[in-house]
Nanobody, 120 residues
Framework: QVQLVESGGGLVQPGGSLRLSCAASGSIFSMYVMGWYRQTPGKQRELVATVTSDGRTSYAGSVKGRFTISTDNAKNTVYLQMNSLKPEDTAVYYC??????????????WGQGTQVTVSS
């Protein structure tokens, strides 16, 4: 069984920084993509950033230049460094990964979500 455990959310003032972490555990055979999404009440979950197993990154236009996604492959962990935070970044942030276990079938997994609030 695969678990994604997130940490690092919280309250920060506009212009501040936060770093989110997400560690995947279980009998992981191969990881293909790791990423972060966010959701606010009444809105659909939206992509924030992704990183593939070969290091290619992709960002939403609203966070490009402010957020950085990275991984520690040895720890099956993905990070999201968020700088110059704005009130509109306030949301629940969800970790996501596509990986396979022993049967080698790629599957989609989600973390439980962590709240990020940007407010003075």
């Amino acid at each position: 069984q695969v678990q994604l455990v997130e940490s690092g959310g919280g309250l920060v003032q506009p212009g501040g920084s936060l770093r989110l972490s997400c560690a995947a555990s279980g009998s992981i055979f191969s990881m293909y993509v790791m990423g972060w999404y966010r959701q606010t009440p009444g809105k659909q979950r939206e992509l924030v950033a992704t990183v593939t197993s070969d290091g290619r990154t992709s960002y939403a236009g609203s966070v490009k230049g402010r957020f950085t996604i990275s991984t520690d492959n040895a720890k099956n962990t993905v990070y999201l460094q968020m700088n110059s935070l704005k009130p509109e970044d306030t949301a629940v942030y969800y970790c996501n990964t596509i990986l396979s276990v022993s049967d080698r079938t790629p599957r989609n997994y989600w973390g439980q979500g962590t709240q990020v609030t940007v407010s003075s």
